[in-house]
């Protein structure tokens, strides 16, 4: 009887080097993304690593997430690897891997590196706008991406907002809900690229998250209340799903919209007036080369506090 396999397949040199180098020598954790390498203080030359090059479907039997149809290539090629710290790593392989699958390293993964792609590309652009300090009313907010963003889901549960409504229905509780999350947004450390900044559009800046401030054209608002197909949130009509948009030069930027997310009455008639100046945050989600449009999913619509506003709000 043929004897059970115990060797691994490891990675070679050059893929731990590769590994390393797309996730820009940081850890891939999200919630982490710690540096990996740095000076040994002790030498004149040497350094410390504590990155990993760590195998997402394991590299011998009985291993996290092993997949026996997996051939030795490519269960130590780079494709299978994930570049994290050394306590991430192990925090990955705790319990046979049950709490991190395949499909979670795999989305780590792709986001590091696309990270370490857009610092390259981007590595100017992203800023902090000046207008998330001086928030003082809040037109929209999508409190489901927001709250990922931010990691304040579970005190939007405390609040009692149910996001399969929307902000529909909580009559005076909106406030509370509403000013919990500017809050937030104020204190974080939100940064965006300016939209300008990425005009020309090229695939590169899908998936960015995207500033803006100033005059906007708005199309099929609806009333307080009134609900919209599912359809047409799904996909996108220009004469009928509600949306809102600007120029930069030939460029359209649209932002379509969910209308449960818009925060109050006054809010709702600002998105039916036909144009209104509008600042917010954004996520870039497909680019039309061919009809020179730009699909932007907004996070946050709000007017920046003025002069005239931060003397009635005063100073908070």
């Known amino acids: 009887m043929p004897s059970l396999k115990t060797t691994r397949d490891n990675f070679s040199k050059a893929a731990i080097q590769a590994l390393r180098d797309r996730a820009g020598n940081l850890c891939s954790q999200p919630s982490c993304q710690s540096p990996t390498i740095g000076a040994d203080q002790s030498t004149t030359d040497g350094v410390t690593l504590i990155g990993v090059a760590a195998h997402i479907k394991a590299a011998s039997p009985g291993g996290p997430r092993y997949d026996p ?80 963003i931010l990691n304040i889901a579970d005190s939007m549960k405390n609040l009692g907002l149910d996001s399969t409504k929307g902000f529909r229905g909580l009559g005076m509780q909106i406030a509370p809900v509403s000013g919990h999350l500017e809050a937030s947004i104020a204190t974080s450390s939100i940064k965006a690229i300016p939209i300008h900044d990425l005009m020309p559009p090229s695939d590169e800046i899908i998936g960015e998250t995207i500033s803006f401030d100033q005059r906007c054209y708005t199309k099929n608002g609806v009333d307080a209340g009134t609900t919209v197909a599912p359809s047409l949130l799904a996909n996108f009509d220009p004469n009928k799903s509600p949306h809102f948009y600007f120029k930069i030069s030939k ?9 449960a997310w818009v925060t109050t009455s006054t809010a709702y008639c600002d998105f039916r007036s036909g144009s209104a100046s509008f600042a917010g945050l954004g996520v870039v989600k497909r680019i039309d080369i061919k009809e020179n449009q730009v699909f932007v999913s907004p996070v946050i619509v709000a007017l920046p506090r003025n002069e005239f506003m931060q003397s009635w709000y005063g100073s908070r």
């Open 69 to 148: 149809h997996q051939s030795q290539a490519e269960r130590g090629s780079v494709k299978n690897g994930i570049w994290l710290c050394s306590n991430c790593a192990t925090l990955v392989d705790k319990s046979g891997g049950a709490n991190f699958s395949v499909t979670t390293l795999n989305q780590w993964k792709f986001d590091a590196e696309k990270n370490s792609s857009d610092q390259l590309l981007f590595r100017n652009s992203r800023i902090r706008p000046d207008w998330l300090h001086r928030i003082h009313y809040a037109q929209y907010i999508n409190v489901p991406r927001l709250s990922t």
């Open 251 to 259: 460029i359209k930027i649209i932002f379509p919209y969910d209308p």
